[in-house]
């Protein structure tokens, strides 16, 4: 049957992040921004009523250093049916996005709210670069969307 | 505009929408705005002509075609190997703008059910006849199955996720949709179903391996079988129509270089932001180009088998497709069944094993396995040594151990597997975690 790795707990899943540690970095820009922006992804859980029911969600939040000169961000969607041509433009440091979502309660919202970030983050992640006037930095690490991620020790600028 | 005209069984349709100016599949002629689109017939096949070179759609050669006339696709549609397009002279299919069908999907204009199934498909208002209805950026990952009369991405409306005018739907590896409605904004995951005679309505995913069979169960998420779509969802979804579109675009112009390259064993189209070579299969060590082989071995895939090896030990309708991720090394094979399926995602290698047999319809996807334990990230997938997939299986993103056996329809998502392993049939796991049972 099933064996001691595929016997992992949902514990663990949660809090469990695995740094990605290959950064697709491109030359151009690479001496203005060597460093990768220093990321941190955290979750936050919101509840609402709409229509008269309980409805929650989970919001994943990656945010990074602010690049200095920078002037906007660019983020890459990256799938688990392939990395989008397309770059998303982003002004501030911070990306935000809903995760999870659901009308349970109790111990089955989170029953639903962790398989959710599970499969999000099994099929959904992102990087980031700074962009400049004329070129482009560094990419980050690939961030799974719906897991926590730890900003490592800051990058000098 | 040339080839662009109504068809067959849409002719009717399209007199319906002309009376309400929402036309489709008609000819510019009509003296309306239309969207064009045309029949993978003739000419037409395996490239759509589009008004410029980028707009066109690309039908693999290999995909099986009935009834083409029946049959229309708008613009930027790709349609993957293997695919079967099934329409009949009284039921047609429709593939709307940046919609794809990737490797061994199937439509059927029109299936057969037993008579409950035809009852509660016809009190859904689907007539018999009524053919497949596929709306613009429509998503049929690999190995997914659309059995008419059906519509996907039709009705409903936008949803608080997705406040864009346009829409996605999502279907993923191995799910099907036999005699229902997707609305708009829907999607279903890996492995699910959607049974006849249910509408999806806009904002529900089916959860994987999960099998809605009743009105009730597609409404409710307390039931256990649908979610809410979420942002990310359609992030996920909008980022793929990104890449297919690409294949669009791309496969045609390798087409007008060199049309046999688009046939049997050939490179890869390169020219994609995520794969700008293009780089040719290599059979037991010898660069290997044959359009006439009847399965379709693309771009940088290394095989320890040799060309007449492989004539023996595989089935028929195999795609592996390294035109994203690359490259694949596969090695010795016991054997292999029909419609198995090798795809990876940019920079993101598969490693095969030696021995390995392959069952019916296996899916094996390849895209930055993140191990839980051990660190490491953009891992390659591997399938060690002596593995056996039985029928149905998905492997994704993760490491299959010497010896294990994977069970039927069960999937295996960013998962590690222990050497020696047996996963049962219809079982999901999902980053080492059990995920549940497929249904169906």
Redesign the interface.
């Known amino acids: 049957m099933v064996d001691h790795r595929v016997a992992l707990t949902e514990v663990l899943l949660a809090a469990t992040f695995v740094g990605c540690s290959k950064s697709h970095g491109h030359a151009a820009g690479a001496g203005r921004t060597a460093a990768a922006p220093n990321l941190s992804a955290t979750l936050e859980d919101q509840s609402v009523t709409a229509q008269g029911r309980p409805r929650w969600s989970t919001y994943w939040k990656l945010c990074w250093d602010y690049a200095p000169d920078a002037v906007g961000y660019e983020l890459q969607t990256i799938t688990s049916e392939g990395t989008s041509p397309e770059l998303r433009q982003q002004g501030d440091a911070c990306f935000r996005l809903q995760v999870a979502s659901g009308t349970s309660r109790g111990a089955r919202r989170t029953v639903e709210r962790e398989q959710q970030l599970a499969w999000q983050s099994a099929n959904l992640a992102y990087r980031v670069r700074a962009r400049f006037p004329e070129t482009a930095g560094a990419w980050s690490p690939v961030v799974p969307a719906g897991l926590k991620h730890e900003a490592a020790v800051s990058s000098p600028p | 505009m040339r080839n662009f005209q109504c068809r067959g069984a849409l002719r009717v349709s399209c007199a319906s929408v002309l009376a309400l100016t929402l036309v489709s599949g008609c000819s510019d002629d009509e003296g309306l705005a239309v969207e064009p689109t045309c029949s993978p017939t003739g000419a037409n096949f395996p490239v759509c002509p589009g008004e410029t070179e980028d707009d066109r759609s690309f039908v693999d050669p290999t995909v099986e075609v009935v009834n083409a006339e029946d049959i229309s696709l708008a613009r930027k549609v790709y349609v993957g190997p293997f695919a079967r397009l099934l329409a009949e002279a009284s039921a047609g299919i429709e593939i709307g703008e940046e919609s794809n069908l990737q490797d061994n999907v199937t439509v059927q204009a029109r299936a057969p059910r037993d008579a409950q199934g035809s009852a509660a498909v016809a009190a859904l208002g689907l007539g018999e006849n009524d053919g497949v209805e596929v709306a613009e950026r429509v998503?049929l990952?690999h190995g997914s199955t659309v059995k008419g009369p059906a519509k996907i991405g039709i009705g409903g409306g936008d949803i608080t996720?997705d406040p864009d005018a346009d829409q996605e739907v999502f279907l993923s590896f191995g799910s099907e949709v036999d005699g229902a409605i997707l609305q708009r904004n829907t999607g279903v995951?890996a492995l699910g179903r959607v049974g006849p005679g249910v509408t999806l309505h806009s904002g529900f995913i089916v959860?994987?391996g999960k099998n809605v069979t009743t009105q009730a169960e597609a409404d409710d998420?307390?039931l256990g079988k649908v979610?809410?779509?979420?942002?990310?969802?359609v992030?996920?979804n909008?980022?793929?129509i990104?890449?297919?579109t690409?294949f669009a675009r791309e496969y045609p112009r390798l087409h007008d270089q060199n049309p046999s390259a688009v046939r049997g064993i050939s490179p890869d189209p390169g020219g994609?932001?995520?794969n700008a070579e293009r780089n040719l299969p290599v059979l037991g060590g010898v660069a290997t180009e044959a359009p006439d082989f009847r399965n379709r071995i693309i771009g940088e895939v290394a095989l320890a088998n040799t060309l007449a090896e492989l004539e023996g030990l595989m089935g028929n309708r195999v795609a592996i497709r390294a035109d994203?991720g690359e490259p694949f090394t596969i090695g010795t094979i016991t054997s292999m069944g029909s419609d198995v399926i090798f795809h990876a995602?940019?920079?993101t290698p598969i490693q095969i094993g030696n021995d390995v047999t392959y069952g019916n319809r296996v899916i094996i996807?390849g895209?930055?396995r993140?191990?839980?334990?051990g660190?490491?990230?953009?891992e390659p997938t591997i399938i060690e040594d002596g593995v056996v997939l039985r029928d149905q299986a998905v492997v994704?993103?993760s490491l299959i151990?010497s010896g294990s056996t994977i069970g039927v329809k069960s999937a295996m998502?960013?998962?590690?597997?222990?050497p020696?392993?047996?996963?049962?049939d219809r079982t999901i796991?999902?980053?080492?975690?059990?995920?549940g049972a497929v249904e169906w």
């Open positions: 998503i990952a996720p995951s959860l994987p998420p307390a979610r809410l779509l979420t942002e990310a969802d992030a996920f909008e980022a793929v990104e890449v297919n690409a994609t932001g995520f994203e995602l940019e920079e996807h895209g930055g993140q191990p839980l334990e660190g490491g990230s953009d994704f993103r151990g998502v960013n998962t590690d597997v222990a020696g392993t047996t996963i049962p796991y999902v980053n080492n975690a059990l995920f």
